[in-house]
């Protein structure tokens, strides 16, 4: 069964840290390419980063370079989001998903989703 689960989310205060796993089971992520996205209670999802499968490249938006960093171990099969820095308007549910190339996640070609893990900021 080809299938992605988030981990890692839940309460933090503003300026703390969390790290994300997004790991997939049926299948090998190495030939993906994995973004995260978020989706904020009455917010449209959002991209957060992406990471190619080809050469590691990775991608950010513009809110979450500097504070955001992802990550993949093939050995593991997981792609991970470390969350530094983190402010009360990161709070959403974050999710992963595939798709065949970088330019495919800019485009919407998506592969599978994860299910998605809440993150909520907030002292």
């Known amino acids: 069964q080809v299938q992605l689960v988030e981990s890692g989310g839940g309460l933090v205060q503003p300026g703390g840290s969390l790290r994300l796993s997004c790991a997939a089971s049926?299948?090998?992520?190495?030939?993906?390419?994995i973004g995260w996205f978020r989706q904020a209670p009455g917010k449209e999802r959002e991209g957060v980063s992406c990471?190619?499968?080809?050469?590691?490249?990775?991608y950010y938006a513009d809110s979450m370079k500097g504070r955001f960093t992802i990550s993949r171990d093939n050995a593991k099969n997981t792609v991970y989001l470390q969350m530094n820095s983190l402010k009360p308007e990161d709070t959403a549910v974050y999710y992963c998903?595939?798709?065949?190339?970088?330019?495919?996640?800019?485009?919407?070609?998506?592969?599978?989703w994860g299910q998605g893990t809440q993150v909520t900021v907030s002292s």
């Open positions: 049926g299948f090998t992520l190495d030939y993906y390419a």
């Open positions: 990471i190619s499968s080809s050469d590691g490249s990775t």
């Open positions: 998903a595939t798709a065949r190339t970088v330019v495919a996640l800019f485009n919407g070609d998506f592969g599978s």
